[in-house]
Antibody
Framework: QVQLQQSGPGLVKPSHTLSLTCAIS??????????WNWLRQSPSRGLEWLGR?????????EYAVSVKGRITINPDTSKKQFSLQLNSVTPEDTALYYC??????????????WGQGTLVSVSS | QSALTQPASVSGSPGQSIAISCTGT?????????VSWYQQHPGKAPKLMIY???NRPSGVSNRFSGSKSGNTASLTISGLQAEDEADYYC???????????FGGGTKLTVL
């Protein structure tokens, strides 16, 4: 059974960096049949896909246009986890953040396992 | 403003069937068979109910079904049960550089 456990601070100051980690059990971040994703949910923006990392003989990253240039998703094979960093945050980045596995279907954009969610507030 | 359009709310009585629509464009819903549906109960993470338009993941009740016609996808729930009361979201692959787009969500009320 795949489980995703998120960790990270719930409060970030404006202009600082948001950092979250998603620990994986029951699967491998290096699996070549799935993708590892970050999404967020807020009343103003709804559900929003932020980006993903995946391994297909080498590592790939893909990011949403809305956060490109500010976002980095990194796998950590030694710790069996992957992380999210979002730079230069503003109050608009306040949201419930989720990690999720893209494990079903051809493009691996159907998210079959989710973390528990982390509420991140951007405030001074 | 979400990329995919869903009705804000739908309702039905126990035992009835309801359908939730999800309208996009030829760049997403209409152009690809990569529509997924998620169920979300309050305070919980979304749960995958349908992927690639009409496929059910293991463990999802066959009361849930998906279809697509043109730029509109639909989720149908038959034999409505109280536990089906939740928010439902559609998503689609998109040829734009953002890869995945979501609908704004539909609140299902079981009367």
């Amino acid at each position: 059974q795949v489980q995703l456990q998120q960790s990270g601070p719930g409060l970030v100051k404006p202009s600082h960096t948001l950092s979250l980690t998603c620990a994986i059990s029951g699967d491998s971040v290096s699996s070549n049949t799935v993708t590892w994703n970050w999404l967020r949910q807020s009343p103003s923006r709804g559900l929003e896909w932020l980006g993903r990392t995946y391994y297909r003989s080498k590592w790939f990253n893909e990011y949403a246009v809305s956060v490109k240039g500010r976002i980095t998703i990194n796998p950590d094979t030694s710790k069996k986890q992957f992380s999210l960093q979002l730079n230069s945050v503003t109050p608009e980045d306040t949201a419930l953040y989720y990690c999720a596995r893209g494990g079903i279907g051809s493009h691996k954009i159907a998210f079959d396992y989710w973390g528990q969610g982390t509420l991140v507030s951007v405030s001074s | 403003q979400s990329a995919l359009t869903q009705p804000a709310s739908v309702s039905g009585s126990p035992g009835q069937s309801i359908a939730i629509s999800c309208t996009g464009t030829s760049s997403d819903v209409g152009g690809y068979n990569y529509v997924s549906w998620y169920q979300q109960h309050p305070g919980k993470a979304p749960k995958l109910m349908i992927y690639e338009v009409s496929n059910r993941p293991s463990g999802v009740s066959n009361r849930f079904s998906g279809s697509k016609s043109g730029n509109t996808a639909s989720l149908t729930i038959s034999g409505l049960q109280a536990e089906d009361e939740a928010d439902y979201y559609c998503t689609s692959y998109t040829s734009s550089s953002t890869l995945v787009v979501f609908g704004g969500g539909t609140k299902l009320t079981v009367l």
